[in-house]
């Protein structure tokens, strides 16, 4: 049973930093892309980044390129969101996700909550 369980969310004021990790389980994950997700209130949800398990590439929303980096610990199976120069717009409930490469997002996290004041 794959599971995905997210961490580090808060609250941090505009131009700081947090770490999102999301730790997953249950199976291996080599052939997987995980990614990062956030919904702010009213918005729909949309995509932040997602990185190739194996080989490592990435890709980020234009919104938060420079600031935001993917990156994954093969050895503990998490994946971390650094999040820098943060913004009020960046405050959202943020998910990480895992689909095998060329598929649908198949599992979800319960989603960490990030709020970033002006």
């Known amino acids: 049973q794959v599971q995905l369980v997210e961490s580090g969310g808060g609250l941090v004021q505009a131009g700081g930093s947090l770490r999102l990790s999301c730790a997953a389980s249950?199976?291996?994950?080599?052939?997987?892309?995980m990614g990062w997700f956030r919904q702010a209130p009213g918005k729909e949800r949309e995509f932040v980044a997602h990185?190739?398990?194996?080989?490592?590439?990435?890709q980020y929303a234009d919104s938060v390129k420079g600031r935001f980096t993917i990156s994954r610990d093969n050895a503990k199976n998490t994946v971390f969101l650094q999040m820098d120069s943060l913004r009020p717009e960046d405050t959202a409930v943020y998910y990480c996700?895992?689909?095998?490469?060329?598929?649908?997002?198949?599992?979800w996290g319960q989603g960490t909550q990030v709020t970033v004041s002006s």
């Open positions: 990185i190739r398990w194996s080989g490592g590439s990435t």
């Open positions: 996700a895992a689909r095998v490469i060329s598929r649908d997002y198949d599992y």
């Open positions: 249950g199976r291996s994950f080599s052939s997987y892309v």
